[in-house]
């Protein structure tokens, strides 16, 4: 039984070698004939339209963390639809595909890797922070231009080649206790954070590390981890008996959806204040939007503000896949616009080499200025890193309403 | 008072926890598998509630019968398709294909019902008990669930000492050979204990979404965890054993985060469990192991 | 004596087989990477195909050979990968080549988790059946809670670490290397698939000589029947805890590929929390339970398998679950088994009789 077992499993091991072999040749043989065949074109007609970018995204699309992957794969497609109607980049329109990183560092090679195989020029992703950083040292190599939308840790941009829409972690903490402070909010704050996700704990600590230059007193300190993210009634008795005025939620909305539930039951009726990920609230399925009225956010996008490009893009987003986008998806939406603005200013074709579309435009993200539906006037600092203002919004009516 | 009120608020996860960990436990004691994909029936248990619910507008009433027929088939699917075969075979064999329906459940769930987290609404209608001058909260969910839990426990003790398909499921889980010779239907107790426990399954996910209330792919996956540790920490094969299970591991997660750290809660309840295990090796209400020579 | 003999061959000449797949399988990849024929996606398989044929061949010592089933093998890895990462991290500044910081972080990842599956061992080893399991499995969650709770730095006045957060370190200046659930970033990347192959081979080298001594043997015996083991005279707890030592350290060097292999470290339920290990128990099943070869080529297998299905997008993970069930059902149902040798038989009837004959 064993023998037959090894054998069946053998043959099964040279099958699928086999196939990554010849997919590896098959895709190899392809790049050359293009690349032959382009540079007899090139001379001949340089409008011919017959090259396209190929743009790649990745995100976890399964398992726990699919919402936000999902979310970042769907935000890039709205765009490069759109571009692809009006024209393309340069004349050149985008082919796209996505993959699938399970929000696992070693996955997310593998994505890029598959992703890589197929051609890719730009990559507009990974998602989430432990992937970005993982496949932001592989792309270095390749200097293959990414830029994610929302991988918010301070590692993700550490690469040349590294970019970022998002506010960075320390970013949003230290922005949220200035806002706080500056507004006079609250002097007495409580937290309650995931101390298990690197976006939650990066945000925490940077939070603390301003408040006390702003006045404001942490009196608790409360955490829960991916293992125990249903029951936070007693994290929140806690909070409630220090007496706090303001509590400060850095993760995401799918568990604050649950934490804001219990605090109303328990009747913790503190400021609730969160920050980008609490974004998307308003529109999970059949949430009680009531129950957080009143909770202030900082976030660079809101589904309801009412400019005309927010307005597109979330009719297009709700159009194409039945549900309102979150920040992921504006990200996503504004990664795709911030790469067509770059390539326009240096003039790229997508017949140039990996390395080369990721010089030029490492080379014009120093200097572009671009208005998005996630900030208006972003630019990019050395780092990668993106400098715009956080909208501070607060939940009046089960709607985002400015908090100025 | 505050101390009251953590107890409260474990007894309320514990006995989540127990109703699940009671299907755990009676597949267990029957067809000696660990169904590892019982927290993914639950969270179907969950949709299904929501659908009906939610979506279809059905009353209460109608839901809950709806979400339980729907696990009951589920379950029994399952064990005819997935765990029959390898009934002979391997014991790990099984607790593969139990880890295999349960990507599956949770993969298919992804593709139907998309990421997106749904928000359920609570099928409880009581309102919050107040004591002591308004120190003291008991949500009707905590009450509802822990009295659901004791009613659960004692009807199927019953079940299993009173009725005859109770003791056919006894003598299965005994010695499956002498009761075939008994004339106990082996195959047919199998099944009722697998529709047993995925009904409870549903009882279990409908509760669970009420008191914590999003409900998404992978929303069984944790609480069957926990409820698997709870199962084994009262004795695994042990429907008193899984109830005190359940209350226990809720309790000590909800006291180790109020006095001890919210962060370390895992770590600590874990501890418990295998200190527990060290001084009794089969659980607090389980039976001895016997050595065959 | 002859029979001995006869079956000290036959071992051997499988241990060979074992090895000489592995080394041909090196072969065939390292002339592909030579002249280039080779996708991306599987170059960068390379490694973790490696560290996952290290995990199955360690676990496979535990669940087949001394016949405990262990739910918490990603916790030994973790154990490795972290220790070794602190390492190499702390030695990154220094004038150590790398080669040798590398080796060095090996044997510090192989050593810490042996020690901790030492540690655990002795309590988790008198349990039995499933008892013994959900031990294991919370061991592994009990390291990786710790893991993410963990704060590390240092400075000029040495060592700090915090459970709470990086401000409790009191740090004048310096490094903090672990911090927390943000784990280590930029690990050198010094794992390769050369290095992977070797070690893979080391691990074989010792499993399978361990099996086939006498101690293997003595361990094999307590397996099959305990009481019987006890009352020849041996020391059933000295025989398991060393092979649940030696698997543990076996699985720490997975750990310090996986750690050296990726810059970015962080103790996720993914990749450290008990899907990992039961992951790594689905290849020894799959692979044959004490079968060493079967968990190199089902970790192989179910390791490329989710890659190749990428093209199915959105049903690639719905796929591979029924993948994983049907295959369960195919080697091991005892009904799929007796229609699978009768389509065979059918086929191989000649095969057979001339093989009856001898």
Known sequence: MKRLLSVVLTGAMAVSLAACGSSGSGSAASTTAAASGEKTETAAAAASSDATWKFGSQGPLTGGAAVYGTAVVNGTKVAVDEINAAGGINGYQIEFQSADDEHDQEKA???????????????????TSAPTIAVGSEAVNDNLFMITPSGSAVDCTKPANAFRVCFSDPAQGAKSAQYIGEHKLATKVAILYDSSDVYSSGIYESFVAEAANQGIEVVDTEQFTADSKTDFSTQLQKMQASGAELAFLPFYYTEAALVLKQADSMGFKPVFFGVDGMDGIL?????????????????????????????????????????????????????????????????????????????????????????????????????????????????????????? | MSFISYLLNGLSLGSVYAIIALGYTMVYGIAKMLNFAHGDILMVGGYAAFIAFNSMGLPVVVAIPVSMVVCTLLGIT???????????????????????????????????????????????????????????????????????????????????????????????????????????????????????????????????????????????????????????????GSIPGAFIGGIILGVLENLAKAYISSKLSDAIVFSVLIIVLLVKPTGILGKKIMEKV | MNKVNAEKQKITRSNLITFGMVIIAYVIVEIMLKTGNISSLFKGLLVPLCIYSILAVSLNLVVGIS?????????????????????????????????????????????????????????????????????????????????????????????????????????????????????????????????????????????????????????????????????????????????????????????????????????????????????ILVFVVMGGIGNIRGSVVAAVVLTVLPELLRGLSDYRMLIYAIVLILMMLFTSAPSWIQYRERILMSFKKNKTERKEKD
């Open chain 1, 109 to 127: 090679i593998n994505a890029y890797n598959s992703l890589k195989d197929w051609g890719m020029q730009v990559l507009i992703g990974p998602t």
């Open chain 1, 283 to 404: 529109d999970l399925d059949n949430f009680d939007t009531s129950l957080a009225e009143g909770l202030m956010l900082l976030t660079p996008f809101s589904a309801d503000a009412d400019d005309d490009a927010t307005k597109n893009f979330v009719a297009k987003y709700k159009e194409a896949y039945g549900s309102t986008p979150i920040q992921f998806a504006a990200d996503a939406y504004d990664a795709v616009y911030i790469v067509k603005a770059a390539a326009e200013a240096a003039n790229l074709t997508p017949d140039k080499s990996v390395d080369e579309i990721g010089t030029a435009l490492e080379e014009q993200m120093k200097s572009l200025k671009y208005d998005g539906i996630t900030g208006a006037e972003m630019t990019w600092d050395d780092n990668g890193d993106v400098d715009k203002e956080p909208k501070a919004v607060v939940i009046k009516d089960g709607a985002y309403v400015s908090a100025e």
């Open chain 2, 78 to 236: 399952i064990e005819k398709i997935a765990y029959k075969p390898l009934r002979k075979a391997n014991s790990l064999s099984v607790l593969i294909t139990a880890i295999g329906v349960s990507y599956l459940l949770q993969n298919l769930a992804q593709i139907i019902f998309t990421a997106n987290p749904k928000s359920f609404s609570s099928f409880v209608g009581m309102k919050p008990l107040k004591l002591a001058d308004g120190q003291l909260t008991i949500s009707g969910e905590t009450i509802v669930t822990i009295v659901t839990c004791v009613v659960i426990v004692v009807g199927l003790v019953t079940f299993i000492n009173k009725t005859k398909a109770g003791q056919a499921m006894l003598a299965v889980s005994e010695d499956k050979g002498a009761a075939t010779l008994m004339g106990v239907d082996v195959n047919g107790t199998i099944s009722l204990t697998f529709a047993i426990g995925s009904a409870l399954a549903a009882i279990g996910g409908i509760l669970l979404c009420s008191a914590y209330p999003t409900l998404t792919p992978t929303t069984g996956a944790m609480p069957g965890i926990k409820a698997f540790v709870a199962a084994v920490l009262g004795g695994i």
């Open chain 3, 67 to 279: 016949g405990e089933l262990s739910l918490g093998h990603a916790g030994f890895m973790c154990v490795g990968a972290f220790t070794s990462a602190t390492w190499s991290m702390l030695m990154s500044g220094s004038a150590m080549p790398a080669g040798l910081r590398f080796f060095i972080a090996i044997v510090i990842g192989a050593v810490s988790a042996a020690f901790f599956g030492f540690i655990i061992g002795i309590p988790v080893l008198r349990l039995k059946g499933d008892y013994l399991a959900i031990v294991t499995l919370a061991f592994g969650e009990i390291i990786k809670n710790l893991v993410n709770a963990l704060y590390f730095g240092i400075d000029a006045r040495g060592a700090h670490f915090s459970l709470e957060d990086s401000m409790h370190l009191n740090m004048e200046g310096g490094d903090i290397i672990i911090k927390g659930a943000q784990g280590i970033t930029g690990t050198p990347k010094n794992s390769n698939f050369t290095i992977g192959v070797v070690l893979l081979i080391v691990a074989l080298f010792i499993v399978l000589n361990l099996i086939n001594s006498r101690t293997g043997r003595a361990i094999m015996a307590i397996r099959d029947n305990r009481i019987a083991a006890e009352s020849v005279g041996l020391n059933v707890t000295k025989f398991k805890l060393l092979a649940f030592t030696i698997s543990a350290a076996i699985a720490g060097v997975g750990g310090v590929l996986y750690a050296h292999n990726l810059s970015s470290l962080q103790a996720l339920p993914k990749n450290f929390g008990y899907n990992q290990s039961i992951m």
